[in-house]
């Protein structure tokens, strides 16, 4: 049962222009959500967040956006660039600070110079 | 500041046996949990960690357990070992919303 979901499993982009990363989410009761990026032999970096309470974070080059009602979110990185080539996992929290995350399978992006 | 720590880096194990992973946490940090990442999967959440009990669990069976210790570094523990056990093993610590991760143990049992 995979309460979060992302769709497309890898993204290619060219340097410069925006990257859109999509994903889903079932549990209604999320009111947390983080984006990690992870390179190879390496652990997730935390990215940005956002809270159930926003619709709208921004940090730098990276923008998340919650929609609720439709149960998404997304990551855009604006402008891409060939460093933020990773696998990008999207993350969701219930019940408050220290809650266990529940994440996606991860998308893998590609920025090409 | 050194960030999440965790040891040994990769480990080779035979089934049947028994392993400890070993994990410290950033600075200031006092909460402490485990998820295994499997191949082409995401991270799942194995336990939770903070002031030396077990605060959640996720769904993994009891041959997984843990400790934490009084300075909030903390061992995971696997016995009986299973093929299906090989994955990467990632510590996380927190003091709040966002979780910071070691760079994992990757663990082979064959």
């Known amino acids: 049962d995979q309460q979060v979901k992302q769709n497309s499993p890898s993204l290619s982009v060219q340097e410069g222009r925006i990257s859109i990363l999509n994903c889903d989410y079932t549990n209604s009761m999320f009111d947390y959500f983080l984006w990690y990026k992870k390179y190879p032999a390496e652990g997730p970096t935390f990215l940005i967040s956002i809270s159930s309470i926003k619709d709208k974070n921004e940090d730098g080059r990276f923008t998340v956006f919650l929609n609720k009602s439709a149960k998404h979110l997304s990551l855009h990185i604006v402008p891409s660039q060939p460093g933020d080539s990773a696998v990008y996992f999207c993350a969701a929290s219930t019940g408050g600070a220290n809650s266990k995350l529940t994440f996606g399978k991860g998308i893998t992006l590609s920025v090409r110079p | 500041d050194a960030g999440v720590t965790q040891s040994p880096t990769h480990l080779i194990k035979t089934r049947g046996q028994q392993v400890t992973l070993r994990c410290s946490p950033k600075s200031g940090h006092d909460t402490v949990s485990w998820y295994q990442q499997a191949l082409g999967q995401g991270p799942q959440f194995i336990f939770q960690?903070?002031?030396?009990?077990?605060?959640q669990r996720g769904n993994f069976p009891d041959r997984f357990s843990g400790h934490q210790f009084p300075n909030y570094s903390s061992e995971l523990n696997v016995n009986a070992l299973l093929l299906g056990d090989s994955a990467l093993y990632l510590c996380?610590?927190?003091?709040?919303?966002?979780?910071?991760f070691g760079p994992g143990t990757r663990l082979t049992v064959t």
């Open positions: 960690y903070y002031e030396e009990e077990e605060r």
């Open positions: 996380a610590s927190s003091w709040g919303y966002e979780q910071y």
